[in-house]
């Protein structure tokens, strides 16, 4: 059952495709602190379906239309990566709060355009790691700013699977598509190595922050063979724990996601699952002082919707962000090119020093 607050975040979402359809637009609808108020796609059969399906208040085939009217409050930018940024900058200053989807942008120089537009503006900017949002990994993140002491090491994983859209095709239903959506320049996934990184990287690496703090240098090592892409990192945290994140796409098995983390006062496995099937990780978070585990159940897995709801608390109650802001959103980009940069040299890349694209 879907319960309301009388005060709502005014939502307008820009894009329609995909991703808009299995995770905004629903989110928004749900969610107990937002209204899907308004909706904008270039493509009108497309915009007429999900306006018949979603019933915003407003319909909108140009950006520029929907940042005019004054009620929308927020925008999700759930585009294609290439625009990201000039949508989230656009809406920024037009006086918009946004949610962009990840990640922020391709390269660092965007990143730290849309983090001065963020600052120039005074609103707020979450970006869509949704994976803050899963509660049992929030359960593990407060264990370990609380109770864990000093972090030893992190071993974090993401392996996509080559069974990952039998399993999703069973559980999602079919996506609304049209020939006139309007598509970037050139073909996103041309580059398989920028687009793996970009697509499943960008939340390897903000777990692995989320949970262990800043990134500062990293040595990085990727293996091609029949198809298959496997980078392997060897990371230092600020902290001085030491860390090994695994990107795999795509694992000839299930999928495979999770973490160890071993700590002074205890550690902390995890696995993950297909986040279309909005389950919670499994967390076994190990308490030393008395030898027990904890299990959190995490029932509510629906992180998109959650995450909505975090910003909403933000912009309408001032509480504290939950989510990642536009430096964590940065930090993501810069760790990215850092091992794109120490992949090409085989050296180790301090997170600071890099600029250009991924």
């Known amino acids: ?38 909706i904008c796609d270039a493509a009108p059969d497309l915009l007429a379906r999900m306006g018949a399906t979603y ?13 005019a009217d004054p009620a929308v409050e927020a925008v999700i930018v759930a585009t294609s990566d290439a625009y990201h940024v000039p949508m989230s900058i656009k809406a920024l200053e037009a006086g918009k709060h946004v949610l962009c989807e990840k990640p922020i942008g391709v390269s660092v120089e965007e990143g730290e355009k849309l983090a001065e537009a963020v600052k120039r503006s005074g ?59 309007r598509k970037p320049a050139g073909n996103p996934k041309a580059d398989l190595r920028q687009y793996f990184m970009l697509a499943h990287g960008s939340h390897l690496v903000d777990t692995a922050r989320f949970l262990a703090g800043e990134i500062t240098a990293v040595r990085a090592r990727l293996n091609e063979r029949f198809g298959a892409y496997c980078w392997f990192v060897e990371t230092e945290f600020a902290s001085g724990a030491l860390g090994h994140l695994d990107l795999t796409v795509a694992v000839r098995m299930d999928w495979h996601e999770g973490f160890q983390l071993y700590g002074e006062n205890g550690s902390v496995i995890a696995k993950t699952f297909n986040p279309w099937y909005f389950r919670a990780s499994e967390v076994d978070i190990f308490h030393e002082k008395d030898a027990t585990s904890r299990k959190p159940l995490g029932a509510d897995g629906h992180f998109f919707r959650r995450q909505i709801e975090g910003l909403a608390d933000t ?16 930090a993501s980009i810069r760790a990215m090119v850092a091992i794109a940069r120490s992949v090409e040299s085989g050296e180790r890349v301090e997170i600071a020093s890099v600029t250009g694209a991924v």
């Open 1 to 38: 059952m879907i319960r309301k607050q009388d005060r709502r975040l005014r939502v307008g979402v820009l894009g329609c495709g995909p991703i808009a359809q299995f995770a905004h637009l629903e989110s928004c609808v749900k969610a107990s602190n937002a209204d899907l108020y308004a």
């Open 55 to 67: 019933e915003p208040q407003k319909m909108y085939g140009g950006f520029d239309e929907m940042l």
């Open 123 to 181: 609103k707020v900017l979450q970006v869509g790691h949704m994976k803050r949002f899963d509660p049992a990994l929030e359960a593990a993140r407060d264990f370990v700013r609380d109770e864990m002491g000093e972090i030893l090491a992190l071993k974090a994983w993401y392996c996509d699977s080559t069974h990952r859209y039998t399993n999703t095709d069973a559980v999602q239903p079919l996506p609304v598509t049209s020939k006139l959506a």
């Open 315 to 330: 912009v309408l109650d001032g509480k504290p962000m939950r989510g990642a802001n536009v430096e964590d959103g940065l």
